[in-house]
């Protein structure tokens, strides 16, 4: 293993090459349907297309949620009440 020399003795710890944290991967469960995935699409266009056409831009933004939703078909809403629901 290769050692990097430091100026300062206090900073050895800072400058030493030390081995590679083993990566966790992440538990991601789809939780979502293809219909619960194809309705969020859904709903992202019709906000959109509501802030756009009232001049409200900002509100498109909520779209973004939706989007991601709809996308990785994973719902953190449902996920927190199925855990809530397995805690009773």
């Known amino acids: 293993m290769t050692q990097l ?3 300062v003795e206090r ?3 800072l400058c030493s090459i030390s081995e590679p944290k083993p990566v966790v991967p ?8 293809v219909g ?6 859904f709903m992202m266009m019709a906000v959109i297309i509501l802030g756009i056409f ?3 831009i ?13 996308l990785l078909g994973w719902c953190p809403l ?3 009440l199925q855990n809530q629901g397995k805690a009773k």
Do not use: H, I
């Open 36 to 41: 619960e995935c194809v309705l969020s699409f």
């Open 58 to 70: 900002w509100l498109a933004v909520f779209g973004l949620p939706l989007f991601l939703r709809g």
């Open 5 to 7: 020399s430091c100026q």
């Open 26 to 33: 992440m538990k991601f469960e789809y939780n979502l349907s």
């Open 11 to 13: 900073v050895q710890d």
């Open 78 to 80: 449902k996920t927190f």
């Open 54 to 56: 009232t001049g409200q």
